[in-house]
């Protein structure tokens, strides 16, 4: 079978057992080309095409996703990072060849892509599908067996990924292991080839301290405050329509999503009307509440619910004003879209990574007022701009350090399969997405070749004579 239960593999130690088949199994992939790979890639892209609805379903059942938003994003970004990759599979896993120098004139190289071998994936509870089968597809593209750790705080997604793996892998390939932070101890006790973890920064530090044991490579793909900064010369209601859906999707649920805005003191008041006309459109069209909605999450238990309600509560002790939104509902682990001003910098919610659907809105006089704000904190994992100035725009890239960018817009930075997704330092470690995710589950191997009988190299061999000199004096002067 593909999946086995948190208490079977307690009770019988089978993870080592499933680890040291997919490293049996893993020798064979590694000889594969890249025809098989793709194969396997079909077939997952089938059963995601046929199981729409499923996958629809266990998000609702999780945490009330709408059926829409799935589609948006869980399924639809899978299935564009499935064809992207099988569109240039063939590419990827040739040799790639590199320039040669002068000096190694007669010689050539180039990088020869290889699995790693066998890897862990440890999904996360957010965008538990897409963040279990964006890093798969990489790994299976690379040639690689894959044990996936689904979250346990959204049970129904990680049923559907368990029958995903018996339905459509060999378990000697791929299989999903089911269980609580204990089972993942577990795993981490084992001597992975590569491991990738999507989750916060410091679950990140554990797994990284776990792959220290083995020297095992990783990919961390963790979070933190990012900013959106708007300028005086934006275009306020599409920043406000991008800002608030990019905070409301998933209920504020993701790891990409502004955790806070920065707004030119001149343009607070009208960004804020239109923020506030938004939220209205967005989510209470029809004047029933946003507790009515069908386009607006859930928090996903009740753990998260109370450390969100947590945040607005000790915002407001501290001075913060509510400026739209605010209601809270915890029968339905609801919480509505919230603006905050005036949030000290000292409140949780100006410390913490928000994950939820608050969105404290401060403001600034000049650009170099609002970088060292953002800079003042551990670099973010997404940067927002705002504003229709070039020199603007050139000034926040240049000088606000972070994983990834968008310049008006949010979120889709993420969706683009041709650009690197990752963080940096305290973001995350490594880099996703298309050909990035490839090498992330790869060995690249150089590779030199070098032509036999007599070559320039063999001029500098022993001994040592003044002639060699001489050329190793014109090496070191035109080389």
């Known amino acids: 079978m593909a999946s086995v239960p948190a208490s079977a593999l307690l009770e019988t130690t089978d993870l080592t057992a499933l680890f040291q088949r997919q490293k049996a199994r893993s020798e064979a992939l590694r000889r594969e080309e890249a025809?098989?790979?793709?194969?396997?890639?079909?077939?997952?892209?089938?059963?995601?095409?046929?199981?729409?609805?499923?996958?629809?379903?266990?998000?609702?059942?999780?945490?009330?996703?709408?059926?829409?938003?799935t589609d948006v994003t869980e399924i639809w970004p899978s299935q564009t990072e499935?064809?992207?990759?099988?569109?240039?599979?063939?590419?990827?896993?040739?040799?790639?060849?590199?320039?040669?120098?002068?000096?190694?004139?007669?010689?050539r190289g180039w990088m020869q892509a290889e699995p790693k071998g066998v890897c862990l994936v440890i999904a996360p509870w957010n965008y538990p599908f897409y963040l279990a089968i964006d890093p798969?597809?990489?790994a299976l593209a690379a040639g690689n067996c894959v044990i996936i750790k689904p979250s346990e705080m959204t049970p129904a997604v990680a049923?559907?990924?368990?029958?995903?793996?018996?339905?459509?892998?060999?378990?000697?390939?791929?299989?999903?292991?089911?269980?609580?932070?204990?089972?993942?101890?577990?795993?981490?006790k084992l001597p992975f080839d590569h491991i990738f973890f999507t989750g916060s920064p410091q679950v990140g530090k554990v797994v990284m301290r776990a792959a220290a044991e083995h020297l095992t490579s990783v990919t961390l793909e963790l979070g933190g405050k990012s900013p959106a900064i708007v300028d005086d010369t934006a275009n306020l209601r599409d920043a406000a329509e991008k800002i608030v859906w990019g905070k409301g999707i998933n209920a504020g649920q993701t790891c990409v999503a502004p955790d806070y805005v920065l707004?030119?003191?001149?343009?607070?008041?009208?960004?804020?009307?239109?923020?506030?006309?938004?939220?209205?459109?967005?989510?209470?069209?029809?004047?029933?509440?946003?507790?009515?909605?069908?386009?607006?999450?859930?928090?996903?238990?009740?753990?998260?619910?109370?450390?969100?309600?947590?945040?607005?509560?000790?915002?407001q002790q501290?001075?913060?004003?509510?400026?739209?939104?605010?209601?809270?509902?915890?029968?339905?682990?609801?919480?509505?879209?919230?603006?905050?001003?005036?949030?000290?910098?000292?409140?949780r919610v100006m410390q913490e990574e928000i994950f939820g659907p608050l969105l404290p809105v401060r403001t600034f006089r000049t650009l170099?007022?609002?970088?060292?704000?953002?800079?003042?904190?551990?670099?973010?994992?997404?940067?927002?701009?705002?504003?229709?100035?070039?020199?603007?725009?050139?000034?926040?890239?240049?000088?606000?350090?972070?994983?990834?960018?968008?310049?008006?817009?949010?979120?889709?930075?993420?969706?683009?399969?041709?650009?690197?997704?990752?963080?940096?330092?305290?973001?995350?470690?490594?880099?996703?997405?298309?050909?990035?995710?490839?090498?992330a589950f790869s060995n690249e191997k150089a590779v030199l070749k070098q032509r036999t009988g007599r070559t320039g190299i063999k001029s500098f061999y022993p001994p040592y004579t003044p002639k060699v000199q001489r050329m190793v004096n014109w090496l070191l002067k035109y080389l």
Do not use: C
């Open 35 to 69: 025809a098989p790979r793709a194969a396997r890639l079909r077939k997952l892209g089938q059963w995601i095409a046929t199981n729409r609805t499923a996958i629809q379903q266990a998000l609702h059942a999780d945490f009330r996703k709408p059926a829409l938003e």
């Open 82 to 107: 499935l064809k992207h990759t099988l569109r240039h599979l063939k590419r990827w896993t040739a040799p790639q060849p590199v320039d040669t120098p002068l000096a190694l004139m007669g010689a």
């Open 136 to 138: 798969l597809i990489s």
């Open 159 to 188: 049923a559907l990924l368990s029958r995903l793996a018996q339905e459509v892998f060999d378990p000697a390939e791929v299989v999903v292991v089911e269980g609580d932070k204990d089972v993942a101890t577990e795993l981490l």
């Open 263 to 315: 707004v030119h003191e001149a343009v607070q008041e009208p960004l804020l009307a239109e923020m506030r006309a938004v939220m209205q459109r967005f989510y209470n069209p029809g004047g029933q509440g946003v507790v009515a909605s069908e386009s607006f999450a859930r928090i996903v238990n009740q753990h998260h619910f109370e450390r969100v309600a947590g945040l607005l509560e000790d915002a």
């Open 318 to 347: 501290r001075g913060a004003t509510v400026a739209a939104g605010g209601h809270v509902d915890g029968r339905q682990r609801f919480i509505e879209p919230t603006i905050l001003l005036n949030a000290p910098p000292d409140s």
């Open 368 to 439: 170099m007022e609002a970088t060292d704000e953002v800079n003042a904190r551990p670099r973010p994992l997404a940067l927002y701009v705002f504003t229709q100035s070039k020199e603007n725009q050139r000034y926040l890239l240049r000088n606000i350090p972070a994983g990834g960018a968008a310049v008006n817009e949010t979120i889709l930075q993420l969706a683009h399969p041709d650009l690197p997704f990752g963080g940096a330092g305290n973001s995350g470690i490594g880099r996703a997405h298309g050909y990035a995710g490839f090498l």
